[in-house]
T-cell receptor, first 113, second 113 residues
Framework: EAGVAQSPRYKIIEKRQSVAFWCNPISGHATLYWYQQILGQGPKLLIQFQNNGVVDDSQLPKDRFSAERLKGVDSTLKIQPAKLEDSAVYLC???????????FGPGTRLLVL | AQKVTQAQTEISVVEKEDVTLDCVYETRDTTYYLFWYKQPPSGELVFLIRRNSFDEQNEISGRYSWNFQKSTSSFNFTITASQVVDSAVYFCALKDGANNLFFGTGTRLTVIP
């Protein structure tokens, strides 16, 4: 069974630029999550989707971050404009349902200069 | 509020030694789940184990074992006869009654050959 796919794996941008990350969850997983992991910390949830609907985006900085999962499968996370403090690893995870175990992708390592 | 504490920031052991990673959690929920994930240098979070709050039986899987004690709110992880491939950051996590997943800050394990 294929795992969670993410791209790109690495991205370097300058502050105030825009960036987008893509995630393809495990086939059949209805729930998709985006996490931000700052160096030396555990992952923190940004947004959770159930199919194509948002379940929880309370921790998403909505002035600059946006995410969508239009067809209930793939998802994109966008930052516009990026700040230095957005430098982190962005992890996508999926699960069969909300109560099920989350499986993580390899992450996108973002560096904002 | 939910909280997961991994007091050990970094641990180094010599190959073949046993090592225990500590995890202490806080929650007022009666139903919750506890997890351990491994994060190798590649960055992907690898699921290791999930336990629910009603099941305090210890578990062994090969060289890995887990000790869950509700009385001390701990869910410790022991690696027996450590190997170099065990070198990674290990995260303990708590899923609360609302299905939110909270991570500890991780313990970096280095196994020296």
């Amino acid at each position: 069974e294929a795992g969670v796919a993410q791209s790109p794996r690495y991205k370097i941008i300058e502050k105030r630029q825009s960036v987008a990350f893509w995630c393809n969850p495990i086939s059949g997983h209805a729930t998709l999550y985006w996490y931000q992991q700052i160096l030396g910390q555990g992952p923190k949830l940004l947004i959770q989707f159930q199919n194509n609907g948002v379940v929880d985006d309370s921790q998403l900085p909505k002035d600059r971050f946006s995410a969508e999962r239009l067809k209930g499968v793939d998802s994109t996370l966008k930052i516009q404009p990026a700040k230095l403090e957005d430098s982190a690893v962005y992890l996508c995870a999926s699960s069969f349902g909300e109560v099920e175990t989350q499986y993580f992708g390899p992450g996108t390592r973002l560096l904002v200069l | 509020a939910q909280k997961v504490t991994q007091a050990q920031t970094e641990i180094s052991v010599v190959e073949k030694e046993d090592v225990t990673l500590d995890c202490v959690y806080e929650t007022r929920d009666t139903t919750y789940y506890l997890f351990w994930y491994k994060q190798p240098p590649s960055g992907e979070l690898v699921f290791l184990i999930r336990r629910n709050s009603f099941d305090e039986q210890n578990e062994i899987s090969g060289r890995y074992s887990w000790n869950f004690q509700k009385s001390t709110s701990s869910f410790n992880f022991t690696i027996t006869a450590s190997q170099v491939v065990d070198s990674a950051v290990y995260f303990c996590a708590l899923k609360d009654g609302a299905n939110n997943l909270f991570f500890g800050t991780g313990t970096r394990l280095t196994v020296i050959p």
